[in-house]
């Protein structure tokens, strides 16, 4: 089983559409979540930090499940300019051994006009 | 100010060159990482390096060394280079608390090697 696993993809959506996506992680030591989001040719950037009280940027709404080591992000009201790939971001603080992030596959979202 | 910066941007070369890759950060963070990235677009961790010392060495080939002069730059050299080794290599660095926090990682805009 892969550390982080993602909605396959990709997601075609017309503009102003509620689209969901589900990430799972294996390891339950893991401290830290986030969502990030990488357009084509370019680098990934962090879109939100993932809270276990769940939260909420604008039409971004990400939340986490500890106990079945899930984590959503659900975008509203979807823009032409929200079509990149998300990635699932889950973070396993080591002592002696640092931060050591591990990336989802991701899921391509295509918001259509 | 570019706060990750890696140079090239492209590179293509010759199968059994050797070449380098170079990045610099100038976040002040303390933990820096080199990622591949292929045609798959799957992101997998390489190394990671904390206050110029290897911290995670993930199974990739010896051909590929890291080197950290200072905890601000961390460069990649690849020696006797593959048709395999073709994707896109970013950097990335954050801070290494020692608890627990939301800490994120930022990206440089990567390097993409072609092995002809």
């Known amino acids: 089983r892969k550390e982080v696993e993602q909605d396959p993809g990709p997601f075609n959506v017309p503009e102003g559409a509620t689209v969901a996506f589900n990430c799972t992680y294996s390891?339950?030591?893991?401290?830290?979540f986030f969502w990030y989001r990488q357009d084509c040719r370019k680098e990934p950037k962090l879109l939100m930090s993932?809270?276990?009280s769940g939260n909420e940027d604008g039409r971004f709404t990400a939340q986490l499940n500890r106990a079945s080591q899930y984590i959503s992000l659900l975008i509203r009201d979807s823009k032409l300019s929200d079509s990149a790939t998300y990635l699932c971001?889950?973070?396993?603080?080591?002592?002696?051994?640092?931060?050591?992030?591990?990336f989802g596959p991701g899921t391509r979202l295509s918001v259509l006009p | 100010d570019t706060a990750v910066s890696q140079t090239p941007k492209y590179l293509v070369t010759q199968m059994g060159n050797d070449k380098s890759i170079k990045c610099e950060q100038n976040l002040g963070h303390d933990t820096m990482y080199w990622y591949k990235q292929d045609s798959k677009k799957f992101l997998k961790i390489m190394f990671s390096y904390n206050n110029k010392e290897l911290i995670i060495n993930e199974t990739v080939p010896n051909r590929f060394s890291p080197k950290s002069p200072d905890k601000a730059h961390l460069n990649l050299h690849i020696n006797s280079l593959e048709l395999g080794d073709s994707a896109v290599y970013f950097c990335?660095?954050?801070?290494?608390?020692?608890?627990?926090?939301?800490?994120?990682?930022?990206f440089g805009p990567g390097t993409r090697l072609l092995v002809l």
């Open positions: 990335a660095s954050s801070q290494d608390p020692t608890g627990g926090s939301q800490e994120t990682q930022y």
């Open positions: 390891n339950s030591a893991s401290q830290s």
């Open positions: 993932v809270y276990s």
């Open positions: 971001v889950v973070n396993m603080y080591r002592d002696n051994y640092g931060q050591n992030f591990v």
